[in-house]
Each structure stands twice: as C-alpha cells, then as structure tokens.
C-alpha cells in the first residue's frame, strides 16, 4: 500500500517545471497575484557577495539587499558554520519559564553595547511585523501597569510601514495591507507622511510644512486627550512607504510634544538599524530619543529569521510587578530567542565590528548618493532622495507639475523589470519609487556598475511608453 507521503509527491508531478510547481503550489505574499499566474516566478538559486543568480544561472547586482536586509551579502560561510555548529550543540530550547541559552544570553548583552537606550533589556522575535506588534503590546502593559489604563490608541503615519500583523498592518500607512483584511483599525490615527515632495502644499518651505505636523499633532492630541494616547510609532526614515527622509528639523518638533503628553516614541529601526543610514541607527542621524526600539533584518543579515524589541528599564520595573501579579508575563514566541538564530545574529554583529562595516557604509554613501543625484536630471525622475546607502527614485511624468504617470502604466514596476534585464534587482514601491539599498558591503566599482544599470533600466523603461 502506498503512503500518503509517497502519493503526494506523486501528485505534485516531479516532471513539472519548478516555475510550473511554484504556480501549482505556491501563495506569493505581496505579489500581484494574477500578474504572478501570467508571468511565472524568478527563481533565485544562489548568491555571493551583493550578487544573485537566478535558475538559468544569470547574475544580478543585488541592489536591495533582498527585502532591505542581507547587510553582509550572500554567501557568507562564517555565519552558515555557526548556524550548523549551533543546530549541532543545541538546536532549540525556549525561553519560557526562564529557561535560557547562551547564544540568546550573548546576543541581548551585545546589543546592549549596539543601542542607544540605557539599561534595556531585549525580547526576541522571528519578524519585524510580530516584534511591532509585541511593542504594541508592551506599551499598553507599561500604560495599565503604571495605572493608565487609557492610554491605548497608537499614533502611526501615512506611508508608514510596520509589519502586515492585524495590529502593525493597521500602523502601516498603505492602503493595499488594509483593504479587504478587515484589520482592528479603530485605535490606530494616521497623521500626515512627512513627504514634503508629496504633501508640501504649493509654496510651502519645508520648515513651514515641519511646522503644520507639528501643529496637526497637537491638534491631534488635543482632540484624542493625551490621556488616550500610548504611543507614536515612526521608522527614522520610510522604507517600504517610499524611502522617505523626514523632512528637516522633524523630530526635533514632534518630539517634545510627546514627551510632555507621555506618549512613547517607538522607533521602527528594522530598516535603518546596523548601518544603513550610515551610523549605527537611524535614530542617531536623525537625532530621535526614542523610548524603545525595533530590529530585525541586518540583525542577522537575513541569514535566520530574528527580530528584537528594546525595553528601557522604565518600562521593564512596572512590566515586572504587573506580570508578578498576574503570574507571568504572558507574551512570548516559541521561537523567542531561537538559539540558531541568536547564534548568528552574535556572529554577524561580531563581524560587522570587525570588519569595520558601518564606517564602510559611511565611507561609500558619498558615492553611492552622487551615483543616485547623477540620476535625477533622467526624464523619468521627479524626485531623487537617500541617505547612507539607501535612495529612492520618484517617477513622475511632468517634472515641472510633479504629475505622477497613470497607475496602469506602472512605471515603477516596468523600470525594475528593465533593471532584471540589465542584471539588476531594485524595488518597485507604492507611488511609482524606486528604491534601492544595496548590502551594506558594496564597493565603489560596484555602486559604478548599480548606477549604470539602473540609468539604462530607465532608459528602456521610458522607450517602452514613448
Ligand atoms: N518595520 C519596517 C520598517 C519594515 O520595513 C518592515 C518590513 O519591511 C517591517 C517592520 C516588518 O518586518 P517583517 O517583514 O520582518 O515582518
């Protein structure tokens, strides 16, 4: 007789076509669903260094470092020998009931020496998306354990993203995690996209436009009742929303406002943190003081899945009582502090240190941002902007009016298609940008070889519509 495993392997047809198995079987998450059915997959198949190759064996220049996250590159074999030694000595145990490990042990010590927050102890996740939605949590515990029940709402932005959870994909400011998903939206309040190319009104300097979000966040204080209100959440700069720099002077504006109304400012650094902009975090460069913090992706360079949550002791003391009387503090992951993951991620800092990676990033960000401003005068570009070794890319189709293209030209997707072509990989974003973050490792000759494709990735993307 045969066994169910046996049939099916056999229904799943081992002559098929991996792309053929991949339409068969496979739910793409954000992917244009039946664009995906039409075109078929790009199946990668290996990496090495900021390159990719895809299944025909076809190099590509990675120039988003995945999802904003392979940090050291592909192929590093340091981190694959500590993952097996790892799953070899002690594969898993949980953290729960106090059990511990020494890979997660080493990691919160280490980050410790990383994050600019005094004191703060690290609980772990597998994503940035359950990390936020564990911070959502923690601030209404801290909020119920100092006895302010009220204080539940949670202050987000437009273009914000902060993971596709029921709760962070309510924070996200983007309208396709919301539609259709029938998200707990009422204790989210969105306030403006500090985008000043977009929503700076015509004549508006950029410090009156900091100015007016200034005052719509004291209107929106004033109209909720601090006393409703836990938390802000903000990314240093927009990542997935567009590769969006807040605007001069931001922070330095909104952020005694939430100081003096008690709100928590919850930095979303799982973009920004371990270089990217071209410091440690991006709270540093744009001299936020956030009460906690985020981390996932360059944490472990995307190796293994981890994410990290940053507690000050000023949240963890009332937390501590408040799950003493409950009998636990009754939050975690089964894989909260995977010791593979952990072992890794102690690895991959341990190598960015030692390799002196955030002084490299620094070091290559004046080229790689004259590389991007080389791209703006190309008709297709409205607005070219970057920090560090990120940049964006905004479309339009008259420079002068800021006109964006029709959405059913989907230009920005047709410029990273072109880009594949020419071996590249960037990344299409919502509002027609492109975005490109490369590994943080890059060197000159190769932000040479990004900046010539993506000119040329332009080029034919602006023949295809003339
Ligand atoms: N926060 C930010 C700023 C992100 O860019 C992302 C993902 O891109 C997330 C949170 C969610 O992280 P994940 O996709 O690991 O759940």
């Known amino acids: 007789m045969r066994s169910a495993v046996s049939t099916h392997w056999e229904s799943c047809n081992l002559n098929a076509s991996l792309e053929q198995q991949d339409l068969d079987h496979l739910f793409h998450p954000c992917t244009d669903l039946a664009g995906h059915s039409r075109a078929g997959p790009l199946i990668w198949s290996r990496g090495e260094g900021v390159y990719v190759y895809d299944s025909a064996g076809k190099q590509y220049l990675e120039g988003m470092a995945g999802l904003w996250c392979t940090a050291l590159g592909y192929g590093e074999k340091e981190l694959a020998r500590v993952a097996a030694e790892q799953m070899e000595t002690f594969c898993y145990g949980p953290l729960f009931a106090g059990k511990s490990n020494e890979p997660s042990i080493r990691l919160a010590a280490k980050l410790s020496e990383w994050v600019p927050i005094d004191g703060a102890r690290f609980l772990f996740g597998c994503s ?14 801290y909020f119920h354990a100092i006895g302010k029940p009220g204080k539940r709402k949670i202050l987000s932005r437009g273009n914000a993203y902060h993971g596709v959870t ?7 400011g983007l309208p396709a995690f919301h539609k259709h998903f029938g998200l707990a939206m009422d204790e989210v309040i969105h306030l403006t996209s500090p985008h000043f190319y977009r929503q700076g009104r015509p004549g508006e300097s950029e410090s009156e436009f900091v100015e007016r979000l200034g005052q719509e966040l004291e209107q929106v204080i004033e109209r909720e009742g601090a006393d409703n209100i836990a938390a802000f959440f903000a990314e240093p700069l927009m990542g997935a929303g567009g590769v969006i720099l807040p605007p001069e002077g931001y922070f330095q504006r909104i952020q005694p406002l939430l100081e003096a109304n008690d709100i928590l400012l919850v930095d979303d650094e799982v973009v920004c943190a371990f270089g990217r902009t071209g410091q440690a975090f991006g709270c540093q460069t744009y001299g936020m003081r956030p009460a906690t913090m985020t981390m996932a992706k360059a944490l472990s360079s995307a190796y293994v899945p981890i994410s990290a949550v940053a507690v000050p002791p000023f949240m963890y003391e009332p937390i501590e009582k408040a799950a003493g009387e409950v009998g636990i503090f009754g939050h975690g992951l089964t894989y909260s502090g995977h010791p593979v993951a952990a072992a890794v991620a102690v690895r991959n800092l341990e190598l960015m240190e030692e390799r002196g990676l955030i002084n490299h990033a ?13 791209l703006a005068d190309h008709p297709l570009v409205g607005h070219q902007r970057g920090i560090g070794l990120i940049g964006g890319l905004e479309l339009v189709a008259d420079k002068e009016s800021r006109q964006s293209f029709p959405a059913a030209e989907k230009m920005a997707f047709r410029v990273a298609a072109a880009c594949l072509e020419e071996g590249l990989v960037v990344r299409a974003l919502p509002g027609d940008i492109v975005a490109v973050c490369p590994p943080l490792i890059i060197d000159p000759a190769q932000i040479e070889e990004l900046a010539g494709k993506l000119e040329r990735g332009l080029d034919r993307a602006l023949k295809s519509v003339q």
Do not use: E, I, W
């Not at 940035?128 to 515990?141: E, F, H, I, T």
């Not at 029921?166 to 996200?172: C, E, M, Q």
């Not at 620094?362 to 080389?374: E, K, N, W």
């Open 362 to 374: 620094a070091a290559m960000a004046p080229a790689f941002q004259g590389a991007l401003q080389r």
């Open 128 to 141: 940035g998306s359950d990390a936020n939605d564990a911070q959502v949590k923690l601030v209404r515990y």
């Open 166 to 172: 029921v709760a962070t994909a309510a924070l996200t």
